[in-house]
């Protein structure tokens, strides 16, 4: 584990001091440590590299897409969990099936499917097919939080005079807090990586979410060889993901053993 922390880490590191320095420091002495921070890297590639727009497209077509993942992962996996009918289980394996499959098998079609509902290029479309790429695992790991949790809450509920909306919107969800969070942040790094399909369905620079934005960068800024805006631009990149991994470890470690004992 010390191993492959150290692995892991040691590029993130090098990267994170590569963006203070300058691109002779970078070229020459690549391993030392900035005696003087470069600020300017980092200003730099919020401006001139336009990372400060990428950033704000990727928050709106992830956050989107987020959303609505969790609200439609949660009700189909609550209704397989709770409600028998006839069909449960094919509904069931066909979710999991979806996630054994992969997208870029599906790329071809899918685009043609998204440009015929004029879609293309837009936040909607994107956040429409990042929901439907991420519900199957949704679904899947929701699941087990929801046949797990007491059905004497939900019948004590029913009896009160609750809908079966008001037992899933304020008794069942709040319930399964951990799962939620857990795969939020799941979700949230699987959406916030994806190349593939904004490489595909967003063609307009303009609406470029960060992962194209980066592909741009590394291209546009090796040519003028600005390294040390590109390091600024991968560090800004990476700031989100650190942030929102540190901030809810506790509940994704909740959340991967809640569910594990009856």
Not at 37 to 61: C, D, K, M, T
Not at 97 to 116: D, G, T
Not at 207 to 216: M, P
Request: glycine share 8%.
């Amino acid at each position: 584990m010390l191993c492959w922390g150290a692995v892991t880490a040691l590029p993130l590191l090098w990267a994170v001091l590569s963006s203070f320095k300058t691109d002779q420091q970078i070229l020459n002495d690549p391993w030392s440590v900035p005696t003087t921070p470069h600020f300017e890297n980092w200003s730099r590639a919020w401006n001139q590299a336009e990372i400060g727009r990428y950033l704000l497209n990727s928050l709106v077509v992830v956050g989107g897409g987020l959303l609505l993942t969790m609200l439609l992962g949660s009700l189909v996996a609550y209704a397989l969990a709770r409600y028998d009918f006839r069909g449960n289980r094919i509904v069931y394996y066909t979710f999991v099936a979806a996630m054994f499959f992969p997208v870029f098998l599906a790329i071809v079609p899918l685009f043609f499917v998204v440009r015929q509902l004029h879609l293309l290029g837009t936040y909607q479309g994107l956040i429409l097919v990042y929901a439907a790429y991420a519900v199957p695992f949704t679904v899947f790991f929701l699941h087990s939080f929801f046949r797990t949790l007491p059905g004497e809450v939900a019948e004590a509920a029913f009896m009160d005079g609750c809908s079966h909306a008001g037992v899933f919107f304020r008794v069942m969800l709040p319930m399964a807090r951990p799962g939620l969070v857990a795969v939020g942040i799941f979700n949230f790094l699987g959406l916030w990586n994806q190349y593939l399909l904004p490489l595909v369905l967003n063609p307009d620079p303009d609406r470029y979410v960060l992962a194209q934005g980066l592909a741009s960068l590394s291209v546009s800024q090796g040519y003028r060889s600005d390294w040390s805006g590109l390091f600024a631009g991968l560090t800004i990149a990476m700031l989100p993901v650190l942030i929102a991994y540190v901030a809810f470890q506790r509940h994704i470690r909740a959340g991967m053993t809640a569910g594990a004992v009856k």
